[in-house]
């Protein structure tokens, strides 16, 4: 893995997004937990299950169990994507910027982001269903936008952009052999 001298400004930018990045990874399931466990009155009109309208009530700890699992699968893709991230941007703060590893952590926050595009519908069933047995109603929603289109459609760029920096980065390395 070769390194390249940084200006410090650039190295403190990548540290500090690192941190951001790891507050955010932390903070999105703690948020997710608050709101299945703590508000779980309001599953109800969580904009995926609306359209259902089912009574906003609360629900047994079993069901909000399953409506938190529901959520946590919707946004783990995007959490393991941060986490690529911050190895990213931890690499970048170590001067390894264009590398062979720093494209294979684009690379993989890219197929993060194109698997997440196809989890949001099965959440959305996931929630759908623990809320509406909470609730003693039985149904089933699945929520396909653009959004999810656009995400794989954004995934793909930037996966082309990881095999760009990737082939960039082993020239740059051969380069650097025969110079």
């Known amino acids: ?22 507050a955010a990874a932390l903070l999105v399931p703690g948020a997710l937990a ?4 703590g508000y779980s009155e309001h599953l109800a009109t969580h904009p995926w299950i609306a359209s259902l309208r089912l ?4 629900i047994a700890w079993p069901w909000r169990l399953a409506a938190f699992a529901a959520l946590l699968a919707a946004a783990a893709p995007m959490l393991m994507a941060l986490r690529a991230a911050h190895g990213l941007f931890v690499g970048y703060a170590r001067g390894s910027v264009f590398t062979p ?5 684009i690379r993989a926050i890219a197929v993060w982001l ?9 959440a959305t ?9 909470a609730t003693g109603t039985r149904a089933v929603a699945v929520s396909i936008s653009s959004d999810q ?14 095999r760009v920096m990737h ?13």
């Open 1 to 22: 893995m070769s390194t390249q001298r940084l200006p410090a400004t650039f190295a403190r930018f990548s540290t500090r997004a690192a941190v951001a990045i790891a």
């Open 34 to 37: 608050l709101y299945a466990f």
């Open 55 to 58: 009574p906003q009530t609360a």
């Open 101 to 105: 590893e720093a494209a294979a952590a």
């Open 114 to 122: 194109f698997v997440a595009a196809w989890t949001q519908p099965l």
């Open 125 to 133: 069933a996931g929630l759908s269903l623990a809320v509406s047995a």
């Open 149 to 162: 289109l656009w995400l794989m459609v954004f995934a793909l760029i930037v996966w082309g952009i990881a």
């Open 167 to 179: 082939a960039a980065a082993v020239m740059a390395e051969d380069h650097a052999a025969i110079v």
